[in-house]
């Protein structure tokens, strides 16, 4: 594990995605527009991930930082 990275909360958010919209997800857990990348990465080895939602749906975006599947929650959460 990165010691860089910081657990933003030890559960995903819910978070509502649109069609063929870009989103950055916070990767570090130092953004304080979780689970979004507000800059707060800067001067660290940690970059946010890039993804464009397929499709309009609710997805659940991982708090914990420590997911394998990045952006999205794989229960890691639930094993720290």
């Known amino acids: 594990m990165n010691e860089d990275v910081v657990m933003a909360q030890k559960s995903p958010y819910k978070a509502e995605l649109k069609k063929g919209q870009r989103y950055f997800w916070c990767a570090c857990g130092k953004s304080a527009k979780q689970p979004y990348c507000d800059g707060s990465h800067k001067g660290s080895s940690i970059s946010p991930i890039g993804f ?6 609710t997805a659940w975006l991982c708090g914990c930082k420590h997911t394998s599947g990045q952006p999205f929650c794989d229960g890691t959460h639930s094993k720290l």
């Open 52 to 57: 464009v939602a397929d499709e309009d749906k």
